[in-house]
């Protein structure tokens, strides 16, 4: 069986950086893309970000320019988010898929990590 476990989350102002990292541990075969997904309060989980297992990264409208996706050793995968601001406070997921698909069809979780940006 394989987990997903997230680390960073915190408290941090508007303006700020912060950095999620996310590893795959367990029974692992073959990990295909990896990314990261967030829900606000009251709101739907979103898509952020996410990396193939070839390393091409994506991102949303909302992590343009702000925000790098990376993979390490195809296991890990980290979020660099950067000039944070109030509208990014939310729980971030770790989500990827266990051989090939897309971001959408992600078939493992993290538990999630609370981000809080206060202004």
């Known amino acids: 069986q394989v987990r997903l476990e997230e680390s960073g989350g915190g408290l941090v102002q508007a303006g700020t950086s912060l950095r999620l990292s996310c590893a795959a541990s367990?029974?692992?075969?073959?990990?295909?893309?990896m990314g990261w997904y967030r829900q606000a309060p009251g709101k739907q989980r979103e898509l952020v970000a996410f990396?193939?297992?070839?390393?091409?990264a994506r991102y949303s409208d909302i992590a343009k320019g702000r925000f790098t996706v990376s993979r390490e050793n195809g296991t890990m995968v980290s979020l660099q988010m950067n000039s944070l601001n109030v509208e990014d406070t939310a729980v971030y997921y770790c989500?990827?898929?266990?051989?090939?698909?897309?971001?959408?069809?992600?078939?493992?979780w993290g538990q999630g990590t609370q981000v809080t940006v206060s202004s």
């Open positions: 989500a990827a898929k266990s051989g090939p698909g897309s971001i959408e069809a992600s078939d493992l």
């Open positions: 367990g029974r692992i075969f073959r990990i295909g893309v």
């Open positions: 990396v193939t297992d070839g390393g091409l």
